[in-house]
C-alpha cells in the first residue's frame, strides 16, 4: 500500500503507527514541548495521514495565533522584544486559546481533528494545560484529546538543531525566518532543565547539554492531569526540499480576530497592570 500524499515517514516506521492510531482515535492531537524537538514537522505529517483517512484538519497553534496578536490594533502597542513575545500578549494568547477551543469542539463536524502546537515554554499556550472551569475543561480532560511529547533522542537533537541553522540560511517557507536559532533552542533548553533540577526532576545536566530523560519527565509532570505520552524519536523522515509548514491538504487555522484579540489583550491588561506581577506570572509559568 502507497503512503498518503505528503506522508514522509517510512512505511512500517513506528512513529507513523503512532501518528496513524492518533488519527484514527483522537478528537484534539496537542504536541508539547520546547521548539527543536519535532513537533512542528510532526503536525504535519499527523494532519496529511488524518486527512487521507477522510478527516477535516484544523490547526492551534502558538506560531500562527501570536503573530495575529501581535498584528492586531491593540497588539501593535507590545512588539516583540529582542525577538521574544511580549508577556503580555503571551498572557492574552493563552486566555483566548481555551474559549476558541471550546467553541471549535461546539461548531466542527465530528470527524473533524484538532492538531495544536502546544511549547507551554515561558507561559505560551499554558492555560491548555492546566485545570479551569470553564467550557473547555471537558474536552482538554476527555480521552479523546491527547498531549503528545516528542522526545527526540540526542542524536536526532543535533540533527534538528544542524537543519533548523541550515533552514535560517535557505528557508523553504517563510515560516523558518523565523524559527529560533540553535543558540536559542540551547538556551531555552538550559532553562527548562534549571527549573527541572529546583522541581527535583533529574539535576541539570552537564556542561547544559539536552538530556531527553530529563526532558520527558518534566513534560510529563506539568501534563499530569491530561492524557499525555511521551513519543521517543530517533527517526529521520525524508525532509530534503519540504518544508512542515507547507501542506499539501486544506487546513482551517484557529485565529483570533481582531476584536479577540483586543478583548482579550484590554483583559491582561486589567489583571496584569503591576509590571511586577506580570514578571513573576510569566517565571512561573511551570506552577499549577
Wanted: proline residues 6%.
Amino acid at each position: 500500500m502507497s503512503l498518503p500524499e505528503g506522508v514522509l515517514l517510512s512505511q512500517g516506521s513506528p512513529l507513523l503507527a503512532a501518528l496513524e492510531n492518533l488519527a484514527r482515535e483522537a478528537r484534539c492531537v496537542f504536541f508539547a514541548g520546547l521548539p527543536g524537538t519535532g513537533k512542528s514537522l510532526l503536525i504535519h505529517q499527523l494532519a496529511h495521514v488524518a486527512h487521507a483517512r477522510g478527516r477535516g484538519i484544523h490547526l492551534l497553534q502558538w506560531d500562527v495565533a501570536r503573530p495575529a496578536f501581535e498584528a492586531s490594533h491593540a497588539g501593535r502597542r507590545y512588539p516583540q522584544q529582542n525577538g521574544i513575545t511580549h508577556p503580555l500578549i503571551r498572557i492574552a494568547a493563552g486566555h483566548w486559546a481555551r474559549p476558541a477551543l471550546s467553541r471549535w469542539d461546539a461548531e466542527a463536524p465530528a470527524s473533524a481533528l484538532l492538531i495544536g502546537e502546544t511549547p507551554f515554554v515561558g507561559h505560551r499556550f499554558i492555560d491548555l494545560a492546566r485545570r479551569d472551569h470553564d467550557a473547555a475543561e471537558r474536552l482538554l480532560a476527555s480521552s479523546a484529546t491527547r498531549f503528545v511529547i516528542p522526545v527526540p533522542s540526542v542524536a536526532l537533537r543535533r540533527h534538528l538543531e544542524a537543519e533548523r541553522a541550515r533552514r535560517s540560511r535557505a528557508p523553504l517557507h517563510a515560516r523558518e525566518r523565523e524559527d529560533a536559532p540553535p543558540d536559542v533552542l540551547r538556551g531555552v533548553w538550559r532553562e527548562l532543565a534549571g527549573i527541572a533540577s529546583t522541581l527535583g526532576i533529574g539535576s541539570a545536566a552537564q556542561d547544559g547539554e539536552y538530556d531527553p530523560a530529563i526532558y520527558r519527565a518534566f513534560y510529563e509532570r506539568l501534563l499530569g492531569r491530561w492524557h499525555a505520552d511521551a513519543l521517543m524519536i530517533d527517526e529521520r523522515a525524508a525532509t530534503q526540499g519540504v518544508s512542515a509548514y507547507q501542506f499539501q491538504i486544506p487546513t482551517v487555522e484557529l485565529v483570533p480576530s481582531d476584536d479577540e484579540a483586543a478583548q482579550f489583550i484590554a483583559a491582561a491588561e486589567c489583571a496584569y497592570a503591576d509590571p511586577e506581577v506580570l514578571e513573576r506570572v510569566i517565571a512561573g509559568w511551570f506552577e499549577a
